[in-house]
């Protein structure tokens, strides 16, 4: 769906947003499809490398009988192989954000470039980001920063009554009192891990629009991002932009949940099959046959990035509802398209 008349460019209802949204992604299924899965299959090679890794050096850790039979007798070598997986873990897990960050830097270009009538194709989106690959890591970093930084805010209630807890714990003070606590302080710190994650989503729902559509440096990206999701459109509780957002990705939200969960239904099947994970006595993480199980990984794979733009699109369709709600913007781009300005 190209927005051919700059008519169409108005201030939008929370309904009309998901309306369009799912408009769009069915207008441009194919670039966007092309442009995820390219991503996504960058994402599943890092993983699998790593799933592959574990299997040859870290056994251990895909559970099973021998890690049953190695907690009883070798303490020591389960805790060692699950240290070093963990750490080598971290490496794949900074590629997957680096990775995701890019995919929604891309799609959000190809949106935004679409929905306002601008020729757009995946090669010019990729390009883009290559070209913008300096800045868009500063952004990533930036983010992650301040994301770690607010998790700790968060959290720091709750780990510190779960610490005070495990002391009184450790030093044979098991009173009710005692346990009360840090019971209290797990499940607080679990909530304040859900409410920092809540709290980013809504934070940077639009950074990725603003680094597509904006040339700003790093830290004016984030304040551009901060200004647009904050504030009110109007009077009421639902008039305020972070509860407009929040509202909508919860809807979206479980209509990703839903169809991812499908498309991984495949790879569940094949993996309880001949893992048999309900019968400990047999139950082997290395039975899986990869000739069943890639199959079905990558059917997982194209699932996702067929449903995946769905959440770009939402947050780039909400960048420009506040930029036409704030700035005037489909006022602007009439104006330089009735007045085009001299090269």
């Given at each position: 769906m190209q927005t051919d008349s700059l008519s169409e460019l108005r201030p939008l209802a929370m309904g009309e947003l998901?309306?369009?949204?799912?408009?769009?992604?069915?207008?441009?299924?194919?670039?966007?499809?092309?442009?995820?899965?390219?991503?996504?299959?960058?994402?599943y090679a890092a993983i699998k490398g790593y799933r592959v890794?574990?299997?040859?050096?870290?056994?251990?850790?895909?559970?099973?009988?021998?890690?049953?039979?190695?907690?009883?007798?070798?303490?020591?070598?389960v805790a060692?192989?699950?240290?070093?997986?963990?750490?080598?873990?971290?490496?794949?897990?900074?590629?997957?954000?680096?990775?995701?960050?890019?995919?929604?830097?891309?799609g959000a270009r190809f949106v935004l470039r679409e929905y306002l009538g601008e020729p757009s194709s995946p090669p010019e989106?990729?390009?883009?980001?290559?070209?913008?690959?300096?800045?868009?890591?500063?952004?990533?970093?930036?983010?992650?920063l301040i994301g770690l930084?607010?998790?700790?805010?968060?959290?720091?209630?709750?780990?510190?009554?779960?610490?005070?807890?495990?002391?009184?714990?450790?030093?044979?003070?098991?009173?009710?009192?005692?346990?009360?606590?840090?019971?209290?302080?797990m499940l607080l710190a679990m909530g304040g891990a859900f409410l920092c994650f809540l709290w980013y989503l809504l934070r940077f729902l639009l950074i990725a629009p603003v680094v597509a559509a904006e040339e700003l440096g790093a830290i004016q990206a984030l304040k551009r991002s901060r200004e647009l999701i904050s504030g009110s459109i109007g009077p009421g509780l639902m008039n305020r932009v972070r509860i407009r957002a929040a509202v909508l990705l919860a809807v979206l939200g479980m209509v990703?949940?839903?169809?991812?969960?499908?498309?991984?239904?495949?790879?569940?099947?094949?993996?309880?099959?001949?893992?048999?994970?309900?019968?400990?006595?047999?139950s082997d993480p290395t039975a899986v046959p990869q000739l069943l199980l890639v199959p079905a990984e990558l059917f997982q794979i194209g699932v996702q990035a067929l449903f995946s733009p769905l959440y770009v699109i939402f947050a780039s369709l909400f960048y420009v509802d506040m930029r036409v709600r704030r700035e005037g913007l489909d006022l602007q781009l009439k104006l330089d398209r009735t007045y085009p300005r001299a090269a």
């Open positions: 998901i309306d369009r949204s799912a408009r769009l992604w069915r207008a441009q299924l194919k670039p966007l499809f092309q442009i995820f899965l390219g991503f996504e299959l960058l994402v890794a574990i299997r040859i050096w870290f056994p251990l850790v895909e559970g099973g009988m021998r890690l049953a039979d190695a907690i009883q007798n070798d303490s020591r070598e060692r192989q699950f240290i070093l997986a963990g750490l080598a873990g971290l490496p794949v897990l900074v590629l997957y954000l680096i990775i995701a960050w890019l995919a929604a830097i891309a989106c990729i390009r883009f980001v290559v070209g913008h690959l300096g800045r868009a890591m500063r952004v990533l970093l930036l983010c992650l930084a607010m998790g700790f805010a968060f959290m720091a209630p709750g780990a510190l009554l779960a610490i005070l807890g495990t002391i009184g714990t450790a030093a044979s003070s098991r009173t009710s009192a005692v346990v009360l606590l840090l019971l209290l302080g990703l949940i839903v169809v991812t969960s499908i498309g991984s239904v495949p790879a569940v099947v094949v993996t309880l099959a001949y893992t048999a994970p309900w019968d400990p006595a047999r």
